[in-house]
């Protein structure tokens, strides 16, 4: 086998190796992501609650909270001042809300949703590297292969 012949078919097992691995990379991470039950708009949007400080409150509701033993009220709709629309803002309909130790309203499922993005987040780093891993272990046995093959050099 010449050495030409021998490069190309480095190059076909490189590209062919890549495509694969980024095709079952991908499909793992996909795989994770819906295994994690991660609600990425969740996950990732600043929960939005009512603060005295810096909103308007436009409508109160008598509602449950985990942490109290009895319905309390809560702003569920309010203007917030530094929101040049004008758009009212509401609390996540069907969301529990638990007091937190300060006192102030937080959504119950927020860290659970935290937690499981941070596990997501390994999960994507493993999956990379060893997807990295795979395909340099492939390519080195592939060349070896062929060098095996070509025979001793003269």
């Not at 062919?16 to 991660?38: D, E, K, P, Q, R």
């Not at 130790?101 to 390994?122: A, C, K, P, S």
């Not at 390519?139 to 003269?154: C, D, H, K, S």
Request: glycine share 10%.
């Amino acid at each position: 086998m010449s050495t030409g012949d021998q490069g190309r078919r480095m190059i076909w097992f490189t590209r062919g190796v890549t495509v694969a691995l980024i095709l079952v990379c991908n499909g793992l991470i996909v795989f994770g992501w819906w295994m994690s039950g991660l609600n990425l708009e969740v996950a990732l949007s600043k929960p939005e609650i009512y603060d005295v400080s810096s909103h308007y409150c436009v409508k109160v509701k008598w509602m449950e909270v985990v942490g109290v033993d009895r319905p309390m009220k809560v702003c569920t709709e309010w203007l917030d001042l530094a929101d040049p629309s004008g758009n009212t803002h509401t609390i996540r309909e069907g969301h529990a809300l638990t007091v937190g130790v300060d006192g102030t309203l937080h959504y119950e499922e927020q860290r659970n949703e935290d937690f499981r993005l941070i596990g997501l987040v390994l999960f994507v780093m493993v999956v990379i590297g060893a997807g990295m891993w795979a395909k340099h272990s492939l390519i080195a046995r592939y060349a070896r292969r062929l060098q095996r093959l070509n025979g001793p050099a003269l």
